[in-house]
């Protein structure tokens, strides 16, 4: 019986690792015309925030200082944020959205919401919402 259970397991965990590459794979191929998914995930916490340290999005991120800083540089360049330093301690670093930055931000959730409407077109509303259960069981 616990051979069958690891075996299940197994193939459990070889199926979801399949299907979050794929799901990635497509969903940064679906915003490629748009934005870069790491610049796109800065942008949207900047949406959610308005303003925000680097140093917090980095922690949020699990990635460094300088990952966001040079991801917020390109995203300076395009328009979508602003940077600017706390008048109150100059080396803390905000980043903050612009109106054009929330635009695109919107847009993008309605191409990624339309994607992941379709993909899940193949589950029936009971399966969604026992597959999000199990899966919410795992974090």
Sequence with gaps: MET???????????????V???LKSEV?????PYIPWNEFTVL????????????KIAVELNVSNSHITAVSEKLIQKG???????SSDRRVVLL?????????TEHVEKVKDQ???Q?????????????????????
Excluded: H, P
């Design 28 to 32: 940064t191929r679906l915003l490629e």
């Design 44 to 55: 949207r916490i900047l949406y959610r925030q308005k303003k925000e340290m680097v140093s």
């Design 96 to 104: 903050e959205i612009t109106e054009e930055g929330k635009q695109m």
């Design 119 to 139: 993909k899940f077109s193949l589950l029936t509303e009971e399966e969604i919402v026992s597959l999000n259960s199990l899966l919410k069981k795992l974090v």
């Design 115 to 117: 994607y992941f409407q």
């Design 80 to 86: 979508l944020i602003t940077r600017s330093r706390s």
């Design 20 to 22: 979050l590459r794929v």
């Design 4 to 18: 069958k259970r690891k075996e299940a397991s197994t193939e459990l965990s070889v199926s979801l690792g399949g």
